[in-house]
């Protein structure tokens, strides 16, 4: 369970910092996270 509301807040700081760049590019280069996070959070 403690695993999974780590993801679940890791995917919602990843969609916050995307909103504030506009550029989800960006947002993957500086957290180190692939794209597809992304389509699929």
């Known amino acids: 369970m403690l695993t999974d509301s780590r993801i679940i807040k890791y995917k919602i700081e990843l969609l916050n910092l995307a909103e504030e760049f ?3 590019l960006k947002v993957s280069k500086i957290k180190s996270a692939f794209r597809d996070t992304f ?3």
Request: charged share 15%; net charge positive.
């Open 22 to 24: 506009k550029n989800i």
């Open 39 to 41: 389509y699929y959070a």
